[in-house]
């Protein structure tokens, strides 16, 4: 059932035709209105695509930036009804790019009313509400099946359309961290010493649960996922215990020995675990913005690899991440 999660998605993808001549209207409407969203979120949502599209190419998941690399990957999908991925580098890639949106969406009213009947009728979208109860009837479809309708009315000019490049990346980089998720191959804790086991401190341990009724519980309280972000920051800034180190460039700083546990049932939705894990993302990356403002007067996307490094030591992401608990 986890499959279909990644491929509801691809319901923005089904159509009736691929007219030659198609001009892309409506998902250029859609797509500026997901763009603006992450702007007013202060996510550059666009170098987050694009990056995750350089991680494919790197571990030769496509082949290059063209529509036919895309066509290629889709093709493998429908032939293994998945990608077959079990890279711990692959996976160490994607997980370190930090957010990444499950869904290419607009819920801004001020965009939707840009769309009219006609445009809807004569885009791509028309089958839309099909395809998605065809899926909630069914209760699963696999990603073969989906990936066969999506090669029977799609082609590579499809996908040179940012939209549409936009949602196959999303659809990629969640089916990697979804085989992630489901194989065990988590973020591990960097090992203080290879001889012994690192003993942490109940103070430095902040659990995060998500149930299998897809609550979510932070050290056994119910929270809401919009909490999260910045309990963990409280979490990592005042609550943790410090230990002082010395880095270069800024000096001696105190950095926290906190971590996050990130905790499930089985039977939790993945669409929950992967927004409870981008929350904590985000919280990471708040803090690592905010010192690298403090010293370098720059966000941490825009700093020297230098620099970004010393930021990743004072604030260095650890997140665990337990198999799924049997309830």
Do not use: W
Request: glycine share 4%; net charge negative.
């Amino acid at each position: 059932m986890k499959q279909i999660s990644i491929f509801l998605g691809l319901i923005f993808f089904l159509s009736g035709c691929a007219q030659t001549d198609y001009d892309y209207k409506l998902e250029n409407i859609i797509l500026d209105c997901f763009y603006q969203h992450h702007k007013d979120n202060n996510i550059d949502v666009k170098n987050t695509i694009d990056k995750i599209e350089n991680v494919l190419i790197k571990h030769n998941i496509l082949l290059d930036k063209t529509g036919e690399s895309y066509i290629r990957v889709i093709e493998q999908i429908r032939d293994n009804n998945d990608l077959k991925l079990a890279n711990p580098e692959l996976i160490a890639d994607i997980n370190s790019i930090g957010y990444i949106p499950s869904s290419v969406f607009c819920r801004d009213s001020t965009y939707a009313s840009k769309i009219d009947s006609a445009d809807l009728a004569n885009s791509k979208f028309k089958y839309v509400i099909g395809i998605f109860d065809s899926i909630q009837v069914k209760g699963d479809i696999s990603p073969t099946l989906i990936a066969e309708e999506i090669l029977e009315v799609f082609n590579a000019r499809d996908f040179e359309n940012d939209y549409y490049r936009t949602i196959g990346l999303v659809m990629f980089s969640n089916m990697i961290k979804m085989n992630d998720y489901e194989s065990g191959l988590a973020r591990k804790l960097p090992p203080a010493s290879k001889e012994k086991s690192i003993e942490i401190e109940e103070q430095n341990i902040l659990v995060i649960l998500v149930n299998k009724e897809n609550k979510i519980l932070a050290d056994g309280e119910l929270v809401e996922i919009s909490d999260l972000k910045e309990m963990v920051k409280k979490f990592l800034l005042e609550t943790s215990d410090k230990t002082e180190i010395d880095l270069s460039l800024i000096g001696k700083q105190k950095t926290s020995k906190g971590v996050i546990s990130m905790q499930n049932d089985r039977g939790t939705s993945y669409e929950v675990y992967i927004a409870v894990q981008n929350e904590l993302v985000k919280a990471y990356r708040e803090i690592r913005d905010n010192y690298s403002k403090e010293f370098f007067n720059s966000t941490f996307e825009h700093l020297d690899e230098e620099k970004q490094k010393v930021i990743k030591d004072l604030v260095p992401q650890r997140i665990s991440e337990a198999e799924p608990r049997m309830n």
